[in-house]
């Protein structure tokens, strides 16, 4: 290898005057950055060798990435550059672990037939270089190898405590986001958009009604899709997300589980039950069940959790029992006519007057005219809003010609316009095709509140089924008792009534009554 002063003495250099060069400075982590490994201390070094051996720096490149992270772009920028041209032959480099990483980087380079200078260790490797100098230098690139081994197994450490603190150490899985802490560590918590929909994903599962296919099926048109790419879960991934501890509040680590410390998107109940259908169980018993009972899947027991089914006694009577999956339940069974009466009681929780419906449709229709000269506006304004840009675009495009701007100006600014252009259709085309119907099938919506407990004692067992599946949920039976939640836009519509049936029973006026409908 040849030192410093070999570089001073060269006859070619100092014949030729300047040579071209390119810089490249690293740190593993941002934290080298606080030990005088910074990106500024190693380029003011470079540039000032640069200057001082008569080299024309063509372009510096610089990457702060962690340990082992996947690829580094301005290293690979400056090797395509490099191969491109074939005048400059010269790397400036602090020291040997800057710019190796691994075997690979080393072969990459050595390939190329560079002269890398490691300015700190005060050495030049060129390919001319002695077979003895190029043994020390391959040692060298072990020992950095090595070096950024310590760094992953230090991270890793890292990341195991973490996990026995309950902080998950890695990307966020999809239904979360990565946040920091309020201890500055980084954590997960539930992503507003993803989380509902994973969470719908595993109460609807838990019923034992749906295949992985129809709940892809079901997740995708609930927007569920990857957050890079965009791209639509495929059935696979839905397996793999029913599948993961990680949305019950618990994780599992380098093959151990850990209690996590952030926001559950399930219940650990939920999460288990799931694994039960999946593995062949919970889903069995109804699937062997000859008879169509109207309330079978639809409610668990309260007691225990699990679920309660149907079963016909004396021939003609149906009765209803918790299946008894984790063990002897105290719950007895149960009349259908029973739950029937109190699933009765629940729709009439969502029925108002013959007045109150009138009037709500006639309100809502005539909101409906705010909303589409809305829409009508916007599409205007976008619209003037993209021919203004190609009125730009095309005056830019006559003074290119003329001269008055140069071809790289014009490059630029056009292609900003074209950007924003595209957003404008894309805006454009969710304005245009906007459901414009959404409000006659409100108004079929309360239509249906108002007669559903009238459909519900009407309807065989199949339709009961469909209609309680639409309108309730997380139905529970326990001690004669049956609890629900209303889906959405019902439980609104069970506060609404409620409070409707409390002014009537206080004898308050019509407007008063109407006022709870008006948009808050």
């Given at each position: 290898?040849?030192?410093?002063?070999?570089?001073?003495?060269?006859?070619?250099?100092?014949?030729?005057?300047?040579?071209?060069?390119?810089?490249?400075?690293?740190?593993?982590?941002?934290?080298?950055?606080?030990?005088?490994?910074?990106?500024?201390?190693?380029?003011?070094?470079?540039?000032?060798?640069?200057?001082?051996?008569?080299?024309?720096?063509?372009?510096?490149?610089?990457?702060?990435?962690?340990?082992?992270?996947?690829?580094?772009?301005?290293?690979?920028?400056?090797?395509?550059?490099?191969?491109?041209?074939?005048?400059?032959?010269?790397?400036?480099?602090?020291?040997?672990?800057?710019?190796?990483?691994?075997?690979?980087?080393?072969?990459?380079?050595?390939?190329?037939?560079?002269?890398?200078?490691?300015?700190?260790?005060?050495?030049?490797?060129?390919?001319?270089?002695?077979?003895?100098?190029?043994?020390?230098?391959?040692?060298?690139?072990?020992?950095?190898?090595?070096?950024?081994?310590?760094?992953?197994?230090?991270?890793?450490?890292?990341?195991?405590?973490?996990?026995?603190?309950?902080?998950?150490?890695?990307?966020?899985?999809?239904?979360?986001?990565?946040?920091?802490?309020?201890?500055?560590?980084?954590?997960?918590?539930?992503?507003?958009?993803?989380?509902?929909?994973?969470?719908?994903?595993?109460?609807?599962?838990?019923?034992?009604?749906?295949?992985?296919?129809?709940?892809?099926?079901?997740?995708?048109?609930?927007?569920?899709?990857?957050?890079?790419?965009?791209?639509?879960?495929?059935?696979?991934?839905?397996?793999?997300?029913?599948?993961?501890?990680?949305?019950?509040?618990?994780?599992?680590?380098?093959?151990?589980?850990?209690?996590?410390?952030?926001?559950?998107?399930?219940?650990?109940?939920?999460?288990?039950?799931?694994?039960?259908?999946?593995?062949?169980?919970?889903?069995?018993?109804?699937?062997?069940?000859?008879?169509?009972?109207?309330?079978?899947?639809?409610?668990?027991?309260?007691?225990?959790?699990?679920?309660?089914?149907g079963e016909i006694k004396k021939g003609r009577y149906i009765y209803y029992h918790c299946?008894?999956?984790?063990?002897?339940?105290?719950?007895?069974?149960?009349?259908?006519?029973?739950?029937?009466?109190?699933?009765?009681?629940?729709?009439?929780?969502?029925?108002?007057?013959?007045?109150?419906?009138?009037?709500?449709?006639?309100?809502?229709?005539?909101?409906?005219?705010?909303?589409?000269?809305?829409?009508?506006?916007?599409?205007?304004?976008?619209?003037?809003?993209?021919?203004?840009?190609?009125?730009?675009?095309?005056?830019?495009?006559?003074?290119?010609?003329?001269?008055?701007?140069?071809?790289?100006?014009?490059?630029?600014?056009?292609?900003?316009?074209?950007?924003?252009?595209?957003?404008?259709?894309?805006?454009?085309?969710?304005?245009?095709?906007?459901?414009?119907?959404?409000?006659?099938?409100?108004?079929?919506?309360?239509?249906?509140?108002?007669?559903?407990?009238?459909?519900?004692?009407?309807?065989?067992?199949?339709?009961?089924?469909?209609?309680?599946?639409?309108?309730?949920?997380?139905?529970?039976?326990?001690?004669?008792?049956?609890?629900?939640?209303?889906?959405?836009?019902?439980?609104?519509?069970?506060?609404?009534?409620?409070?409707?049936?409390?002014?009537?029973?206080?004898?308050?006026?019509?407007?008063?009554?109407?006022?709870?409908?008006?948009?808050?």
């Amino acid at each position: 290898m040849k030192k410093r002063a070999d570089v001073q003495s060269d006859a070619g250099l100092a014949a030729s005057g300047r040579h071209p060069a390119v810089i490249y400075a690293r740190v593993s982590s941002k934290d080298q950055e606080k030990e005088g490994y910074s990106i500024p201390a190693q380029l003011e070094l470079l540039r000032g060798y640069a200057g001082a051996h008569g080299f024309d720096v063509l372009k510096e490149f610089t990457d702060v990435e962690t340990a082992k992270a996947a690829g580094r772009t301005s290293f690979g920028e400056m090797i395509a550059l490099l191969e491109k041209t074939k005048s400059c032959r010269t790397v400036l480099v602090e020291k040997t672990d800057r710019l190796y990483r691994n075997l690979k980087d080393w072969v990459t380079i050595e390939e190329l037939g560079l002269e890398i200078h490691f300015v700190k260790e005060n050495v030049i490797l060129a390919p001319d270089s002695r077979s003895s100098e190029k043994f020390m230098h391959g040692i060298k690139v072990l020992m950095a190898k090595n070096y950024i081994d310590n760094l992953s197994e230090e991270t890793r450490k890292g990341m195991l405590e973490k996990a026995r603190q309950g902080i998950w150490p890695s990307f966020a899985p999809l239904g979360y986001i990565n946040v920091d802490g309020a201890n500055g560590k980084r954590t997960i918590v539930p992503d507003s958009n993803l989380a509902p929909v994973i969470t719908r994903m595993f109460e609807q599962y838990a019923t034992g009604k749906f295949s992985l296919k129809q709940m892809a099926k079901t997740a995708r048109a609930d927007g569920l899709a990857y957050r890079k790419s965009g791209d639509m879960v495929p059935t696979s991934t839905v397996h793999k997300i029913l599948r993961n501890r990680i949305y019950s509040g618990d994780f599992d680590f380098d093959g151990t589980m850990y209690r996590g410390a952030y926001e559950p998107v399930v219940s650990r109940e939920l999460w288990d039950q799931v694994q039960a259908i999946l593995d062949g169980r919970g889903a069995k018993k109804t699937r062997k069940m000859k008879e169509q009972f109207a309330f079978s899947g639809l409610i668990t027991c309260g007691h225990c959790g699990c679920a309660m089914v149907g079963e016909i006694k004396k021939g003609r009577y149906i009765y209803y029992h918790c299946t008894g999956f984790k063990g002897k339940c105290p719950e007895p069974y149960t009349r259908e006519e029973v739950l029937e009466e109190r699933f009765t009681g629940l729709l009439k929780g969502i029925a108002f007057s013959d007045e109150t419906l009138v009037w709500v449709r006639q309100a809502l229709r005539e909101s409906h005219r705010d909303e589409r000269q809305f829409h009508d506006d916007a599409i205007a304004k976008l619209q003037r809003e993209h021919r203004r840009l190609q009125d730009r675009i095309d005056s830019m495009y006559e003074d290119k010609l003329d001269g008055r701007i140069a071809n790289d100006f014009f490059d630029t600014k056009a292609a900003e316009m074209r950007a924003a252009q595209t957003a404008i259709i894309r805006d454009l085309g969710a304005h245009q095709t906007a459901n414009r119907s959404y409000i006659e099938e409100g108004v079929q919506l309360l239509e249906l509140a108002h007669n559903a407990h009238a459909l519900f004692e009407s309807q065989p067992a199949t339709e009961k089924r469909k209609l309680l599946d639409f309108v309730l949920s997380n139905c529970t039976w326990k001690g004669g008792e049956l609890t629900a939640e209303y889906r959405q836009p019902f439980d609104v519509l069970a506060v609404a009534v409620a409070s409707e049936q409390q002014r009537v029973e206080g004898g308050m006026a019509e407007t008063g009554k109407n006022e709870i409908w008006l948009p808050k």
